[in-house]
């Protein structure tokens, strides 16, 4: 499966974006869809996933509340709303794919992640 995120920018802290992850190659109900954002100078972390097989989402604390993951299986997308952004979610933000059937607590861990797109720059400033 091929990933490509769209949708960063810059935004004014309190300011929201979308970011979209599209996927080609295959169905996206075999995988489950994870963001992740790496900060210069630190190490990738995963912001949010959703799961295909079991709905459920799952987001880092940091975030929880602000962001919203959400999926659309006929059009093979997948979004995160990011609203009341801080200076702190600036990063490059990348989605990633890894197949269902891995244990959802998980999710965090990007080894698990087989497929990533291409990243979008998120910058977070007034």
């Known amino acids: 499966v091929q990933l490509q995120a769209s949708g960063g920018g810059l935004v004014q802290p309190g300011g929201s974006l979308t970011l979209s992850c599209a996927a080609s190659?295959?169905?996206?109900?075999?995988?489950?869809i994870g963001w992740f954002r790496q900060a210069p100078g630190k190490e990738r972390e995963g912001v949010s996933y959703?799961?295909?097989?079991?709905?459920?989402?799952y987001y880092r604390d940091s975030v929880n509340g602000r962001f919203t993951i959400s999926g659309d299986n006929a059009k093979n997308m997948v979004y995160l709303q990011m609203n009341s952004l801080k200076s702190e979610d600036t990063a490059i933000y990348y989605c990633a794919a890894r197949v269902n059937s891995l244990v959802e607590s998980a999710w965090s861990d990007s080894r698990q992640y087989d497929h990533w797109g291409q990243g979008t720059l998120v910058t977070v400033s007034s």
């Open positions: 959703v799961s295909s097989r079991s709905g459920l989402t």
């Open positions: 190659g295959a169905t996206m109900f075999y995988y489950g």
